[in-house]
């Protein structure tokens, strides 16, 4: 059985860009340098989050069967996602960042005031942006960044 291809594509001869280090200075601070080696190098004792943080459930050391997958999609119209828009640009805020505020608010609204004050939400972000990358050049120019939300900064934004 032949396995050959009956079309063959010619990819162009451009040149790849640079690695990510060499477009952008990615530096860090001494300040986070060193509380990275000594949480690596000290007991966990020393090395503890934030209290009342939640970051999702804990993961069982065993699994006797795999739990069903629960997901849930949100269909949002055309009006809606356009007011999302527009009140998130009011803010000088993403789409993104507002989602996840919506999100950590319904977290907030089912999990206990009393054992819980913090959720921390992690999402990626597009930096392409700070980096010398022309337009018709491919990079995967993602990062990732995390934030805290606060139980009483939301109550306090509420109005409750």
């Not at 949480?39 to 999702?56: D, E, I």
């Not at 849930?72 to 789409?95: F, G, K, N, P, Y």
């Not at 959720?119 to 980096?131: V, W």
Request: charge should be negative.
């Amino acid at each position: 059985m032949d396995q050959s291809p009956d079309l063959l594509v010619n990819s162009p001869a451009a040149a790849l860009l640079p690695p990510l280090e060499e477009l952008h200075p990615i530096s860090i601070s001494w300040i986070f340098f060193i509380k990275t080696v000594l949480s690596a190098m000290l007991p966990s004792v020393f090395n503890k989050g934030p209290a009342k943080l939640w970051t999702g459930h804990s993961v069982p050391s065993t699994l006797t069967s795999f739990p069903s997958p629960k997901y849930r999609t949100l269909v949002c119209s055309t009006v809606t996602t356009q007011q999302l828009v527009q009140a998130s640009r009011m803010e000088h805020a993403s789409v993104t960042s507002a989602l996840q505020c919506l999100l950590a608010a319904e977290r907030f609204d089912v999990l206990p005031e009393a054992q819980i004050e913090r959720i921390k939400i992690d999402g990626p972000i597009l930096i392409r942006r700070f980096l010398d990358v022309g337009e018709g050049q491919m990079t995967n120019a993602i990062a990732q960044y995390g934030y805290i939300h606060d139980r009483s900064t939301l109550s306090h934004v509420s109005g409750e």
